[in-house]
């Protein structure tokens, strides 16, 4: 695979483990023009940012590697992050239009916000899988958004702290997770606990998903490795019997819906030390799982700070719009160290990523 110096500032493995058609490492020659393509079309609008080859080809995959379709997919969702929008509205908080590069090193700095949530929502990251991706773990059957609001959690702050945990999935966790396993890792295995749904907050559950959903297949292609829909009932087959249609097969056959015999299979692909104790596993960290972030994100063998966290420190992720040189090969690498990859997962239901 051709790296390209300019943007391909990867400290981390870039082939992908399984020669799949159109995966980091096992490109044709069409499907290389075809990055190179893309990356001209953006730059000659002045795009800049997110040009690396593992974020084109996220967009190009998504779109069956139409380059039309692949530049209208990456152009919308650059404008998305300048601009949220919620009920067609740009998302404010305090009055504040939220523009997602600047709001991820800010966003929840002292954990407070993951606090209060996690009572009335668990959503979080927890370890990894056998094949090294980061397990992501929602109890939807838990959410209460009234009891949220009154303790001033709004749906925007939702939204916010939705996009924002994509970006963290993407840098730094999907890297550690890479030079742990030895290459490359992007996508995460999701678990949606649907215990407890019912007709009293089904509109409200299904509504933030719908929600979530959008988001991810928009502005976050490729991100789904394997979903698992744990403890569904009646009320979810149904509305999965008319949604499964609608989704593309490479993308249902990533989706499990298993209902309350779910442990043997979670078991088969997640090691019992990773799995929550409540799931089947055998994990059960100091304070709760909810709140451990644990992970190779974690481990200072593996962590790096992420391209945000640079950019905070006074690292300039600027990139001069100038002719570059392509370079060949697993190793090939450029030679500034900043990163500058920012790209970023599937329909519905998505995990909302964190």
């Not at 023009?33 to 996220?58: N, W």
């Not at 742990?180 to 949606?192: D, N, Q």
Request: hydrophobic share 35%; glycine share 8%; with cysteine.
């Amino acid at each position: 695979m051709e790296l390209d110096p300019k943007y391909d500032h990867y400290d981390y493995p870039t082939t992908a483990p399984v020669a799949k058609p159109g995966h980091p490492g096992h490109l044709t020659d069409a499907q290389q023009a075809q990055v190179h393509q893309l990356r001209m079309m953006l730059e000659s609008e002045g795009y800049t940012k997110r040009l690396d080859t593992l974020t084109l080809l996220r967009f190009l995959r998504a779109r069956k590697f139409d380059v039309n379709l692949s530049k209208k997919m990456f152009v919308d969702c650059e404008k998305w992050r300048k601009t949220i929008l919620y009920a067609g509205q740009p998302l404010k908080i305090d009055g504040r239009t939220i523009e997602l590069d600047e709001e991820i090193s800010e966003w929840d700095k002292d954990g407070s916000f993951k606090r209060k949530v996690s009572k009335w929502y668990p959503q979080y990251y927890h370890k990894t899988d056998k094949d090294g991706r980061p397990v992501y773990i929602e109890q939807l059957g838990k959410i209460d958004l009234g009891a949220m609001k009154n303790e001033g959690i709004e749906y925007e702050h939702m939204l916010t702290n939705l996009a924002v945990e994509y970006e963290k999935m993407a840098d730094p966790r999907l890297p550690a997770c890479s030079r742990k396993a030895g290459h490359l890792l992007e996508t995460s295995c999701t678990i949606m606990d649907f215990n407890g749904v019912g007709f009293s907050n089904a509109r409200q559950v299904f509504g933030y998903i719908q929600e979530a959903s959008g988001m991810s297949q928009n502005y976050y292609p490729e991100r789904l490795g394997r979903m698992y829909l744990i403890n569904t009932n009646w009320l979810f087959t149904g509305v999965w019997r008319m949604v499964r249609p609608l989704l593309d097969p490479v993308t249902v056959e990533k989706i499990h819906v298993l209902g309350g015999n779910y442990q043997k299979e979670l078991l088969a692909q997640i090691p019992a030390e990773n799995l929550p104790k409540e799931f089947g596993g055998t994990c059960q960290c100091e304070g709760g799982c909810p709140l451990s972030n644990a992970g190779p994100w974690c481990d200072p063998e593996f962590a790096k700070p992420a391209w945000w966290e640079k950019k905070k420190s006074g690292g300039d992720d600027a990139i001069e719009n100038a002719p570059a040189e392509v370079v060949t090969g697993e190793g090939a690498t450029a030679t500034s160290g900043v990163a500058v990859a920012e790209g970023a997962e599937a329909t519905v239901p998505a995990p909302a990523a964190a």
